[in-house]
Every structure is written in C-alpha cells, then in structure tokens.
C-alpha cells in the first residue's frame, strides 16, 4: 500500500470521491453537492492505495496561517481495521508539519472520537449534529 498526495479531477480523485460517497454519504441516504466538490480545488488531497484500488483518503483545509481541519475520513469497509487509518493521519501530520501548521482540528463523528484519540486528540466544545450525526470538534497541537 503508498499513501499520496493526489490532483482535484484525476482518475485517483474520481476514485477518491466514490469511496468517500461509499463509506460516508450512502449509508445515510447522503450524496455531495457540486459545490462541495468545487470547494476542493486546491485543498490537499490524500489517498491510500494497493495498485490501483483506493483503499482509505482524508482531505486537508485551510482554516487559518496556522490551522488545517481534516476531513473526508475513510477506510474501504473490507480492509477497515488494518492500519490503513493510522498510516494516512501520520501521512496527514506530516504534510502539515512540513507546511508549517501548528495545529490540526476535525469534525469527528461520535463514533469515531476513540480512534482520533488513539492519535492524540482531545474532544473540544459541545456536541453538535452534521450530516444527521452527533459529532464534536476534536484538536491537537503538532509538534
Ligand atoms: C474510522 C476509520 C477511518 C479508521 O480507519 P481504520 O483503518 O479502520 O483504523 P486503524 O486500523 O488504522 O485503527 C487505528 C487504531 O484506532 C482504533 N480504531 C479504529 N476505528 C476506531 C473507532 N471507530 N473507534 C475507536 N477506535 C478505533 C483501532 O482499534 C486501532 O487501535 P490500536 O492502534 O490500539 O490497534 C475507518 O474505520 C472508517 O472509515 N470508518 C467509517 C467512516 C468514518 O467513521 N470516518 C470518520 C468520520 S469522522
């Protein structure tokens, strides 16, 4: 498996979005706006894959000089449980590391809080609900 930085519109962002409609959106009658992919030009965009197949990918945003929020979280449901989530949010950390962000921030589901703290992160505020889900902002200082 490689883990990569890939371009908005490529064969691998097309894929990227599939698994993303896959394992976040479908399950909760969900899709994506046109708008919400427009908005993706120029974030940094990221993928696992095992030759050609995409097996998990996360999306960073700008928030602010010293903030990026990571978004878009997901493993293939097959391969779930592997280390494969673990492997892109190292990826992740350090590409923002290496652009100079100070801190990382996401909306993370509720169900998915124990694997960011596996990471270090720390539930910060109240709960909230987005795509009809109770979620909270989790937060982390990178070093
Ligand atoms: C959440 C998700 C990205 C994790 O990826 P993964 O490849 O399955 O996770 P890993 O195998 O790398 O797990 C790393 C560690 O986190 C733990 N973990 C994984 N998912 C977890 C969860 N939902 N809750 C608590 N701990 C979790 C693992 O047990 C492992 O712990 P260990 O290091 O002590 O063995 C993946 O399961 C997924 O896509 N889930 C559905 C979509 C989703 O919820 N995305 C997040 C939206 S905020």
Not at 60 to 72: A, K, M, P, S
Not at 104 to 130: D, Q
Request: proline share 2%; hydrophobic share 40%; with cysteine.
């Amino acid at each position: 498996m490689g883990l990569k930085q890939i371009d908005y519109g490529s064969t691998d962002y097309q894929k990227m979005v599939e698994l993303r409609k896959q394992i976040l959106r479908q399950p909760l009658g969900l899709s994506f706006t046109e708008e919400e992919l427009e908005n993706e030009k120029g974030e940094i965009l990221i993928a696992a894959f095992d030759e050609e197949v995409i097996m998990g990918c996360c999306v960073l945003t700008r928030i602010d000089n010293e903030t990026l929020r990571l978004r878009q979280m997901a493993v293939l449901d097959t391969v779930q449980g592997k280390g494969i989530g673990a492997s892109i949010m190292g990826f992740a950390e350090n590409i923002a590391r290496d652009k100079g962000y100070r801190f990382m921030i996401m909306h993370a589901r509720n169900t998915a809080i124990g694997f960011y703290e596996k990471f270090g992160y720390k539930p910060k505020g109240i709960e909230f609900v987005e795509v009809n889900l109770p979620h909270h902002v989790m937060e982390k200082e990178l070093e």
